[in-house]
């Protein structure tokens, strides 16, 4: 088996989690050159994978202004740092493997997928969740014909109060213009899903949420700007963030506070960083809860519902068909398959050995990504462009729907961005 040469640009959680598989599989995996601009993660990574100091940059203009030095890039960035470093990777002749979404910028999702097609490169989206044993056991499940022909899904991202209020209220991607919008930043991965279980085109969405709670209006009285300056309902308070990051527990979440996890440095960058403010008193402005109906070509309905509002992070969903229906958990990794007749089978993942991240979706999506690239873009993976650019659509869609009150036609809507560049 050839081993694949890597690259990653952007050594933050996601990239450093897909490249553990080089650490655990060394003699299919070889990681050779890092390009990250905070230099505590650089120095871990590089210490990781052993790389040298002359390939490790700062930026990736440094990593793409040497000789081709590897057969595949990682690209790991924050969601608008995507299109330029991929469409220079592209152009040189690596072939990529990018963080989910996109961009944020439906004209350069499909500028990258068009690139990507001509180049006859591998290009994969880490739709991590096609990969997942639970999600791929339901399309088995669909694909066998096991509830006969598939009629309607109810889907339930769970996001969990606890993590909306530190990625998407304090955190990163709190506003839809310095990264993208909720629905594409938290949930494209299952607009993915839902498109590949639906098994056709997407033709109509419609959607609906607001930022309801996390907002100065729902504030405790007296709550300062920050849960350190003396805040009165400290003791009741959900979000106090000394209870979530001056803990024993320097995992992640806390992990994201600070490069040092000293109590020290975790208590200065309460006082100082964004993740000491109080909830009610950020600058976010992404929803808190929204809900998405989508109709497919093949006549197949889609209920879709993101929440902050919950106790547990978690997916859920139920399928319908002629014949029976799907319930299924994927953190408790079950599946119901009630058949009509009053036949009951229940599947369970109980014995998931050492897979980690998305249900064992990370790890096996960088092997097939290797599989993929062993092949020289002969071949397309379950996450290729292609699939993505259309449920990336679907995310840009439903967010357009949710602000202008309106049902949007997909043909349309993609359509519409064709004028646009021809336009330009």
């Known amino acids: 088996m050839k081993k694949v040469k890597v690259a990653l640009v952007g050594a933050g959680l996601r990239g450093v989690n897909y490249l553990e598989y080089a650490v655990q599989h060394p003699h299919e995996l070889e990681v050779v050159a890092v ?18 100091d002359e390939l490790c940059f700062e930026h990736w203009d440094e990593l793409f202004a040497k000789p081709k030095l590897a057969d595949a890039v990682l690209i790991c960035t924050q969601d608008k740092q ?3 470093p991929t469409m220079k990777a592209l152009e040189l002749g690596y072939h990529v493997l990018l963080e989910k979404p996109m961009s944020p910028d439906p004209e350069e999702c499909m500028q990258m997928g068009e690139m990507a097609a001509k180049s006859g490169l591998v290009f994969s989206i880490c739709h991590v969740l096609r990969y997942a044993p639970f999600f791929s056991t339901l399309k088995e499940l669909l694909s066998r014909g096991e509830i006969g022909q598939l009629m309607s899904i109810q889907h339930n991202e769970n996001v969990g109060y606890w993590h909306q209020a530190h990625s998407f209220v304090r955190g990163n991607w709190r506003r839809k213009e310095e990264s993208s ?17 639906a098994d056709a085109d997407c033709t109509q969405v419609a959607s609906f949420g607001s930022l309801n709670h996390f907002k100065a209006s729902e504030a405790p009285e007296g709550a300062p700007l920050r849960c350190l300056d003396g805040c009165p309902v400290a003791d009741q308070c959900l979000y106090y963030a000394p209870n979530l990051y001056l803990t024993d527990n320097t995992d992640w979440p806390t992990s994201a506070i600070s490069n040092d996890m000293s109590y020290e440095a975790r208590y200065k960058a309460l006082q100082e960083g964004p993740y000491g403010r109080c909830v009610y008193h950020c600058d976010n402005d992404v929803v808190d809860h929204q809900v998405v109906n989508l109709e497919f070509a093949n ?6 519902t993101m929440s902050a509002f919950t106790r547990d992070i978690s997916r859920t969903i139920k399928l319908m068909g002629t014949t029976g229906e799907i319930r299924g958990a994927m953190e408790k990794n079950e599946i119901e398959v009630i058949h009509f007749s009053g036949k009951v089978e229940r599947i369970s993942f109980e014995d998931m050995g050492g897979h980690v991240g998305h249900g064992g979706g990370d790890m096996k999506l960088v092997k097939d990504f290797l599989n993929l690239v062993r092949a020289d873009g002969k071949s397309q993976g379950l996450t290729s462009a ?5 449920s990336h659509l679907m995310a840009f869609a439903a967010e357009e729907s949710r602000v202008q009150g309106r049902t949007i036609h997909m043909q349309e809507f993609a359509e519409s961005f064709n004028l646009q560049e021809q336009e330009h």
């Not at 601009?37 to 990574?45: I, S, T």
């Not at 919008?181 to 279980?197: Q, T, V």
């Not at 006549?299 to 879709?304: D, S």
């Open 35 to 52: 390009a990250e601009p905070v230099r505590e993660r650089r120095e871990a990574f590089q210490v990781r994978h052993g790389i040298p």
């Open 299 to 304: 006549n197949v309905t889609a209920a879709f």
């Open 181 to 197: 919008p909720m629905i594409l930043a938290k949930s494209c991965h299952d607009l993915d899903i839902l498109l590949w279980l």
């Open 82 to 84: 995507h299109f330029e």
């Open 386 to 390: 292609n699939h993505s650019v259309q």
